[in-house]
């Protein structure tokens, strides 16, 4: 069994936003392991303990450029380390510039990127260029480049933080931007069900199962609950099943179908997602300048 030290009681609490009691009693159970903990949690206190989980980690911006035919479309996640210089015009700049070089030249992965040429110098060399003028540290986490099947449409949010680009077949503008909205509103992990990845659905069975068993249920009834709670989690996470931000009595596959229209893809960006934020001790910080300030 694993120890249960204060710093593993406090990534819980900052996953799932659970009391802290909760979290030491679920990892008590849980022997130490933190997944089996979470789940723990979900089964004991809803849907609510994994609120936390989405949130931003670390700083940053979401760049997007679309050609003018909408055949073509980049996607480029800068990071920073403060919010500070996420809005630095310099910083959203070579952000932009990145965007471009996606674009036009079709990088194979970052440091094909990296490589390319920026301002009469390289992308790295204006990186590192900027990390020394801002004071900290910039990097150039991840990007995408686009081919339409249809048409692309895009939607920045937030101050960047949340990107969408949609490809879509049929519709018009309208409706691909109100779909790159919708996507950034509710963050779906694919266009239909079978996109969804197996192992997520499995997790959403065994929290169903475990909270159906609780109910005293007959096995008919409570494999109909568990069956039931999938569904509604598939259509939760689905764009096709959820229901349209601008008319709750339509399901966006509803809307599509009205409009003649198919969604051939979707990229969804959100700054710092799945990276720890950094932790400022601001009195370390007063002592570390008391100290280089008495040098």
């Not at 073509?72 to 210089?85: H, M, Q, S």
């Not at 990088?107 to 301002?119: C, E, H, I, S, T």
């Not at 879509?168 to 990845?197: N, W, Y």
């Amino acid at each position: 069994m694993a120890e249960i030290t204060a710093a593993l009681v406090k990534e819980l609490r900052e996953k799932t936003d659970a009391p802290m009691m909760e979290c030491k009693r679920a990892l008590a159970e849980a022997q130490g392991d933190l997944e089996r903990a979470e789940e723990l949690l979900r089964v004991k206190l809803g849907t609510k303990a994994g609120k936390a989980a989405s949130r931003i980690t670390a700083e940053g911006i979401v760049a997007i450029l679309v050609a003018e035919d909408r055949k073509l479309g980049a996607i480029v996640e800068v990071n920073c380390e403060t919010d500070f210089v996420a809005k630095n015009d310099e910083f959203r700049a070579f952000a932009a510039g990145l965007a471009a070089l996606v674009l036009a030249k079709d990088p194979a992965d970052v440091a094909a990127l990296a490589a390319l040429p920026l301002g009469g110098s390289t992308v790295e060399a204006v990186r590192t260029g900027l990390v020394g003028k801002i004071g900290e540290n910039v990097s150039v986490r991840r990007f995408e480049r686009v081919v339409a099947q249809g048409m692309l449409s895009s939607y920045i949010h937030g101050g960047s933080k949340i990107g969408v680009l949609v490809d879509l077949a049929g519709g018009d503008a309208e409706l691909g931007r109100d779909l790159a909205m919708q996507i950034a509103a509710t963050r779906p992990k694919s266009i239909a069900a079978d996109g969804v990845a197996e192992s997520d659905i499995e997790r959403e069975r065994s929290v169903a199962r475990q909270k159906a068993a609780e109910s005293g249920k007959s096995a008919e009834i409570v494999a109909k609950m568990v069956e039931g709670s999938v569904q509604k989690f598939l259509k939760e996470v689905t764009l096709l099943g959820q229901v349209f931000v601008k008319d709750d009595k339509l399901s966006v596959e509803q809307l599509l179908k009205s409009k003649s229209a198919q969604v051939k893809g979707f990229k969804l960006y959100v700054v710092g997602e799945g990276l720890a934020k950094r932790q400022n001790d601001f009195a370390a910080e007063v002592a570390a300048q008391a100290a280089a300030a008495g040098r």
